[in-house]
């Protein structure tokens, strides 16, 4: 090997060396502010003013989040597996170009309020985005599946979001996103109904209901085929009992389209 290509490649391994520490150093002081959010959602719940810090910690990692993932490219593909194991909850596409980070902000009671940062990429570039703020008493939602779909050539992103509005209500659903233009949509309509193209299809479960007083299954979470491209939710009744009969909706080449 000549000293040209001795000299390549020091500078490629150094280069990735500095990859790995960077990223190395972005989980640790993102951990340590996400620890934060534990701390004072626990322990530090007994302290005079903890929710205002409680509230500041969320703040903090949001921005610091916001700022990692939009200015280093690799974080798209980094598995993050420390923040995960203390309660960060990240959904990727299977293409790995969209990711959504969720998390529980522990300033609810039963009713649990969520934030979300999303992440994705165009022409090579990397994004990263704040969700919209929810309206006062909208707890949110998070993220914990994200699947593909090709509909004329462009790809759609189909996510799986759950609400948990008490111990035994929750809202779910399913909303499709694109990116257009190096910008990320999140009204894009794919799914037809009697009523037009949708963006999204959701309900609510509550199991603290009457008819629902027997009911020990754990079916009523929406399923999604990604082989056959099929997307189930279960029939809610009237009187708001869950029931073991699905509504389906298959992808028949443009939209999903109720089977």
Request: some cysteine; proline content about 2%.
């Amino acid at each position: 090997m000549n000293a040209k290509k001795i000299l390549g490649f020091i500078c490629l391994c150094t280069i990735h060396l500095g990859f790995g520490q960077n990223i190395t150093a972005i989980e640790k002081q993102l951990n340590e502010a996400f620890q934060k959010i534990n701390y004072w959602s626990s322990e530090g719940r007994d302290f005079k003013n903890s929710y205002d810090s409680l509230a500041a910690a969320n703040t903090k990692f949001e921005k610091l989040l916001v700022r990692y993932t939009s200015s280093h490219p690799q974080t798209i593909t980094n598995d993050f597996k420390f923040l995960k194991k203390n309660g960060l909850i990240i959904a990727t596409s299977e293409d790995g170009k969209f990711r959504i980070y969720s998390w529980d902000t522990w300033t609810g009671g039963t009713m649990h309020f969520f934030k979300n940062i999303f992440q994705y990429k165009s022409d090579q570039k990397v994004y990263s985005k704040a969700g919209e703020n929810q309206g006062e008493g909208d707890p949110g939602s998070y993220c914990y599946q994200i699947n593909d779909v090709i509909s004329e050539s462009k790809k759609y992103y189909l996510t799986q979001n759950k609400a948990i509005l008490s111990s035994g209500m929750s809202y779910h659903n399913i909303k499709i996103f694109s990116i257009d233009n190096g910008k990320l949509n999140d009204k894009a309509q794919l799914i037809k109904t009697l009523s037009g193209i949708k963006n999204q299809l959701g309900y609510e479960v509550d199991l603290t209901a009457s008819a629902n007083r027997n009911y020990e299954g754990r079916d009523y979470g929406i399923e999604y085929d990604p082989k056959n491209k099929i997307i189930s939710i279960p029939v809610i009744q009237a009187d708001s009992k869950v029931t073991a009969k699905k509504i389906r909706y298959q992808f028949k080449g443009k939209y999903f389209e109720k089977l």
